[in-house]
């Protein structure tokens, strides 16, 4: 018989509470890692064996936390207490002066299989449900999360482990469903600056009768991400009740993804490939279908613009993307077509929220002067989404909803809905502005979409909701010296001037061939 | 003709030291990642587009770094001030006031061979030479670094790759180079707790007339490195100088490596490997090997002990080990003799700085009562380096080094060693102790390592020096009920509480098989 050890020890007075500390709110962000302010001299830290980056499972009344622990060596920390970073707080929903338990948590299992598809091992399904339980439940240091997203990368997923994954990033938050079928989405992969169909292709798609739920998202770091263009016209905070009712009046709505946890993991995800600049694609795969299959769409229209300073850039990535894309989305019971467009420069002429929101409203209001580049692309996708839906015939989706545009019905449909959201509101225009123009006479040959953005951030936006660039050369345009180039505008003078800085000191941002 | 443009634009007074800022001291410890903090509010944040996670060149008088920001929102830092961790703060050699300047990093440029490595390409040694530049420069973020580990783990590498990975990190640091030849040098690969064999190995070897100018580590996560023990019996923190100095009058030395800046890009990987518990073959021989060229070295033993609770495992992973080192090892310049351990269980019976260097003193001075698993291991790693050296014929190494150590040599000559270096003294002992003993009558069949290790650091080890623990039942030992299975020693009865706490809940540190 094989026994562990029970030491005979001399009883000692159980010390209550000796890992007790209190609670600080010390208004660091670190952005999504949860991190834990300890004092070197406590007796926590001395007594549990912490050093600086150790793991700590932070036990309070309200639940419990895993997190990296950063020591502090100066008095800004009283002793018996610990402090929190930001992301920290908000999961724990503790309050100034909570008591909390600290104490080494037990290794993570689902580590284990990290390891082991670094040693190129396949993973299963239960694998990928453990690991990306881990990763929603933020029990993943941000250097755990590299390890994956690297073990992941370079086409070293199996099709049916981007399936699992997908899968396991579905399950791991809330699911939606609908009492209607088939329910109608879309998604553009790595957002062109100023491509902003989603608010043309929902009105359109509501008005034909199509059901079209849109969850949209905010900027990371970019000037404007839908939902942010989308506020300056009607609130988008729609609880997911409030966003129900929308949809059942009026068809479709564009409400802002963050007040519903569809695929947490994924946000997880995101923010580490980005500081990284990996996407594979299996995690691009899982990461936009399990998005839609959570939101309880059963059709789905993606979007890969490629050029040179878009995310795709190259017609044969985007091809074998679009694969993966439509086969990993049948296993999951979504139903994708993929449609590659160009992607080397911005659409329509705003870069920012209220600016992406005119020329939004243009194309609804049929003015003579609309973007054409963005009704197009908006007609295209909108068409491709009628035509799978099996409504309209295969080749007819783009005329169909030209019409439904030129009749007046999609501006009505899209009033109705921000009137269902909220209530519509015209946007608003940044009071200082600057024009930008051109030395020579010449030929614009290219645009470096990620400078231009650039540019547009540093006035403000998306902040400043009105705050942004509008660009009125776009590829091709021939140049007079002096002609208008683009113009600036933001909601101080400050912010102005230090977009007009940079400006200045990068060339390239607009490239202009002498003639 | 291609132009980029230099937009035409009316001049703006320049607002020089816009950037500007000064620098605070906030003690905390990040481990080795450099952050800085600056305030939300902070108009150098606003105007650069700084967010939290932001990569951030930080450029002072005395030079530059990479930091990663934090973002406080809090009052504790000032307006127009910025705080660093303590690994920036030393890296920037900053004095508290001090003004920086921050920008945007251009991308690293090697971080692009990274993402290369990670979609299978092979790497040329020029790649690795500016990716371990930029590590060794601090230039990597914790999880850039966990991705470069990710792309090299799982026999990712080739053979050549690894002899690049290796001279690169040689060429990262300094190297040293001494007036005699051979140099003689060992390691041990993943340590055992008390396997301080280096400071009996030394003055054998030494006392031969060989030159073995070793240099150890402290522990980072143990309860004692070869540093820590050696410090109780000599001072071990020598400059280059001194270092010289001691080798030149006695041949050897067991200095603090610290002090010299060896493979430097070693010391920054490692923290993440531990963190991943990830240490592929390649970087593991990079690793040990670079250490030892730069040391100057020119004969190494490698010991690679083999256990359960060990960091080999397997002696199948021990033998593909042990033939990667030779074959990298003879690229670099070094002639490597691996050898293979027992890794079951701790060596000698103390573990913690100053019982251990009772451990070897006893060995040294042949005592009846010295441990002879301890004894006999360091005489065939001595036994080993002595052949290697080709002064002895193969298979009388072993009892060469038995010679040197009986008739007193090995221990008049450590006695000299530890006078050159500073001057000898005898190890203290803790003023608490406790007994821990057997509950029942049985066979000890198995000891956790990392459990043991674990028991003695919360007792204080190895900054209180005499504190750990002390193994009265090595595995096999037939135990009767209250028998002595090991003592726990501290310098306070706090640590020792802290130490009975942890053995009283944690079953398993020595299993005992009822008879």
């Known amino acids: 018989m094989n026994k562990h050890i029970a030491t005979a020890l001399p009883g000692s007075s159980k010390r209550s509470n000796s890992h ?29 064996g912490f050093e ?13 936390i895993f997190a990296t622990l950063n020591v502090v ?33 037990l290794p993570l299992a689902s580590l284990g299989d990290v390891r082991a598809k670094l040693y190129g091992k396949h993973l299963e399904p239960d694998d990928y449900r453990h690991i990306i339980g881990d990763i929603a439940a933020r029990r993943y240091s941000d250097v755990d999360l590299s390890a994956f997203i690297a073990a992941c990368a370079g086409d070293r997923m199996a099709l049916d482990e981007v399936i699992s994954l997908t899968k396991a990033m579905i399950a791991s938050g809330d699911e939606l469903s609908w009492n209607a079928a088939p329910i109608m989405d879309k998604h553009c992969v790595g957002g062109l600056p100023g491509n902003r169909t989603t608010l043309l292709v929902v009105p359109i798609v509501a008005a034909f009768g199509l059901t079209m739920p849109k969850t949209s998202s ?6 404007a991400g839908t939902a942010d263009t989308m506020e300056t016209l009607a609130p988008v905070s729609l609880g997911l009740g409030e966003m129900r009712k929308v949809v059942e009046r009026e068809g479709g709505c564009v409400a802002w993804g963050g007040s ?16 990284l600049d990996i996407d594979g694609e299996g995690q691009l795969v899982a990461s936009v279908l399990s998005k839609k299959a959570a939101a309880g769409s059963t059709h789905v229209v993606i979007d890969i613009p ?24 049948r296993a999951v019971g979504l139903e994708v077509q993929a449609t590659i467009s160009d992607g080397s420069q911005p659409v329509g002429r705003g870069i920012g929220p209220a600016l992406e929101a005119k020329d939004v409203l243009s194309v609804l209001r049929n003015e003579s002067n609309a973007p054409e580049d963005l009704r197009e692309r908006a007609l295209i996708l909108a068409g491709q989404i009628l035509e799978l839906s099996r409504s309209v015939p295969q080749g007819q989706g783009s005329r169909t909803a030209a019409q439904i545009l030129a009749d007046g019905c999609a501006w009505r449909k899209f009033y109705a809905i921000c009137e269902a959201q909220g209530g519509f509101r015209e946007p608003g225009r940044a009071e200082f502005s600057h024009l930008v123009s051109a030395p020579f006479k010449g030929v614009v040959t290219a645009i470096d979409n990620r400078k231009l953005g650039r540019a547009a951030k540093l006035t403000g936006a998306p902040k400043a909701k ?8 776009p590829i091709s345009t021939v140049v007079e ?35």
Request: a negative charge.
């Open 73 to 105: 060596k100066n008095d800004w920390l009283l002793p018996g207490d610990v402090g929190l970073s930001e992301a920290a707080w908000q999961m724990l929903k503790a309050a100034e002066g909570d008591s909390v338990e600290l104490s080494h948590p």
């Open 218 to 223: 905010r900027a990371i770091t970019s000037p």
């Open 306 to 329: 490629v050029g040179e300073t878009a995310k795709v850039r190259s017609f044969e990535a985007a091809g074998s993307l679009s694969k993966l894309l439509s086969t990993v989305g």
């Open 260 to 275: 519903v946890n569809l695929s947490p993991a994924d946000d997880v995800l995101i923010r580490i490939e980005r500081a």
């Open 466 to 473: 009105t705050a942004g660039l509008e660009l009125h050369a």
């Open 481 to 515: 010296p002096e002609q208008p180039l683009y113009t600036l505008h933001a909601e101080t003078r400050g912010e102005l001037e230090y977009a007009l800085e940079y400006v200045r000191s990068n060339d390239g941002i607009l490239n202009i061939q002498e003639t």
């Open 20 to 48: 007790s500390l209190l609670l600080r709110r010390i208004g660091i962000d670190t952005y999504q890692e949860p991190v834990i302010y300890m004092r070197q001299d406590c007796h926590v830290c001395r007594s549990e």
């Open 52 to 64: 600086a980056q150790s793991r700590i499972l932070v036990k309070h009344q309200s639940g419990s």
